[in-house]
């Protein structure tokens, strides 16, 4: 297991940037590929953008493609999510999470280790 926390979250407009962060302890972070995970009121979390132990392989969901991107420090072991161009539609609580192995196509389930959420919120 390894225990993660986020932050960097806020409230912005629109076309603004945020940059969030996960920092992991207990295990190595090296261990596990990550990803960022968001949920807005009344709907289900959703994946974000995923990235694998050595920053080899990325995953972005169509909405964020082009705006976001994650990145990782192993050496700190901290995680990032630049997020440019920021819209409505974005706002939501934004989670970090840690998984043992590189699904090509995540999902939350795939994911065991989670931080408490960060929250986003970008207004018009």
């Known amino acids: 297991q390894v225990q993660l926390v986020e932050s960097g979250g806020g409230s912005v407009q629109t076309g603004d940037s945020l940059r969030l962060s996960c920092v992991g302890s207990?295990?190595?972070?090296?261990?596990?590929?990550m990803g960022w995970f968001r949920q807005a009121p009344g709907r289900e979390r959703e994946v974000v953008a995923t990235?694998?132990?050595?920053?080899?392989?990325?995953f972005y969901a169509d909405s964020v493609k082009g705006r976001f991107t994650i990145s990782r420090d192993n050496a700190k072991n901290t995680m990032y999510l630049q997020m440019n161009s920021l819209k409505p539609e974005d706002t939501a609580v934004y989670y970090c999470?840690?998984?043992?192995?590189?699904?090509?196509?995540?999902?939350?389930?795939?994911?065991?280790?989670w931080g408490q959420g960060t929250q986003v919120t970008v207004s018009s």
């Open positions: 999470a840690a998984a043992t192995w590189w699904p090509r196509e995540p999902k939350s389930t795939d994911f065991k280790s």
């Open positions: 207990g295990t190595p972070f090296s261990y596990f590929s």
């Open positions: 990235i694998s132990w050595s920053s080899g392989s990325t």
